[in-house]
Each structure stands twice: as C-alpha cells, then as structure tokens.
C-alpha cells in the first residue's frame, strides 16, 4: 500500500486566509519529503522540499513542517490567494532505493474570493 | 532553459493499438521517471531510468509496457495492444546528479491517453 497519505480530500479557504495542508506517511526510512502543486491539466509543480534532518523549512508565503515523531507533514500557505488553487500532493522519496517518488492522493485546495 | 518536454499531450488510441509516449528531460538531466496517474488520485511510480538503463522498473505492469532512454533522443514509454484501463495521464520527469537540488524531479506537462 501507500505510504504516504493526507487527511483531508478538500480544503476550502477565504482570500487571504492562512491555509495548512497536511500529509501522513509511514515510511520511518524516508528522508526526503516535496510538497508539490498541480493545476487542472498540467503537471506537478515543485513548491518546497525537506530533509529529514530539519524540522522546519521557508520559502516565499510556504512553509513546511516536519514531525518525525508522528510522521506527519504539513504545508502552511500564507495570505492564500486564487491563485493557489490547486491540488496539493506531498510526496515522499526512500534515500538508498531507486530515488522514486511515493505520492500522497492529494488535498483540493479551494480559495474563495 | 526549457523544461521537461512530453508528446503528444492527448493520444486517442482504439483497444489493442500500440501507444507511444516521448518525453525530454531538462537540459543536462541524465535520470528520468515515468508516472501515472488515475482521475483524481495521485502519481504512481512506473520506471526510473538513465541513460540506456533501467535502474527501477518495479512500478511498470509486467506485460504489455515497456520503457527506454536511448544514448540519443528522448525518453519513450511504450504500451501494447492497449485496454480501457490504461486511460490515464502519464507524467514524465527529470533530475539532474548532483548539486542541492540534485534531488528535485521536474515533471513534465503529461500526456493523456485516452482508449476508446
């Protein structure tokens, strides 16, 4: 089965509202966690990544949590915009193994003007 | 800098044609990876592969598929005497070998397959 898996299908979000997306995974072996982004009809799009070795990475308006302790990860989008509506994925990659991505089922991300 | 490159973006097959999916990785990326994906589920790996090698293909259905990245020109995902059930949108993307961002895997803009 999946290792990695999300806890909400569908998040639905206010225009400048903060919006967390979170993610669950199993595998104690993997070291490399992506959160990625993808539009209707087009590919995965990067947004941040994190090693296992940190808890806590930044990028513009993201941010990315890691809790080894539970195995859990999260994704917090500052001041959501329309523009950030999407399907979010978080994925999971076995450091030692083939580097293949094991991908979560995705969370519906919805911003209400 | 192009992206990752993949055609044709729709492919209309009939049951038991042959289905050809070509993919490009970004310039100066040696490692590529064949994806799947089912309407609204996410991406399953198929195959890894380097330049004429198969590192992993322990995603890839033991018939009818087949993978390959030639010394020259883009990577190609091959499916056989193609089923309904292989409808389904095929990402492909690549990676480069070192650096940082060595890790990041860039995906393509997907190619869907539609068997009627």
């Known amino acids: 089965g999946e290792s990695v898996g999300l806890h909400l299908p569908t998040l639905s979000v206010q225009e400048g509202d903060n919006s967390i997306i979170n993610c669950a995974y199993s595998?104690?072996?993997?070291?490399?966690f992506i959160w990625y982004k993808q539009e209707s009809g087009k590919g995965p799009q990067f947004i941040i990544d994190i090693r296992s070795n940190m808890d806590k990475r930044q990028g513009q308006r993201v941010t990315v949590l890691l809790n080894k302790t539970v195995k859990h990860l999260s994704l917090q989008i500052a001041a959501t915009q329309p523009g950030d509506s999407a399907v979010y994925f978080c994925?999971?990659?076995?450091?030692?193994?083939?580097?293949?991505?094991?991908f979560g089922k995705g969370t519906k991300l919805t911003v209400n003007p | 800098n192009a992206g990752v490159m993949q055609n044709p973006r729709h492919l209309v097959r009939r049951r038991g044609q042959e289905a050809r999916l070509r993919c490009s990785p970004m310039?100066?990326?040696?490692?590529v990876y064949w994806y799947r994906q089912l309407p609204e589920e996410g991406l399953k790996f198929m195959v890894y592969l380097q330049k004429e090698n198969i590192i992993d293909e322990s995603g890839m259905p033991k018939e009818r598929f087949s993978a390959e990245f030639p010394k020259e020109g883009p990577s190609i995902l091959r499916i056989q005497q193609v089923v309904r059930g292989d409808s389904a949108a095929y990402f492909c993307?690549?990676?480069?070998?070192?650096?940082?961002?060595?890790?990041?895997?860039?995906f393509g803009p997907g190619t869907r397959l539609t068997v009627t």
């Open positions: 994925a999971e990659e076995m450091r030692g193994g083939s580097e293949k991505l094991v």
């Open positions: 993307a690549s990676s480069g070998t070192s650096g940082s961002r060595g890790y990041e895997q860039y």
């Open positions: 310039k100066g990326h040696s490692h």
């Open positions: 595998n104690s072996a993997s070291d490399y």
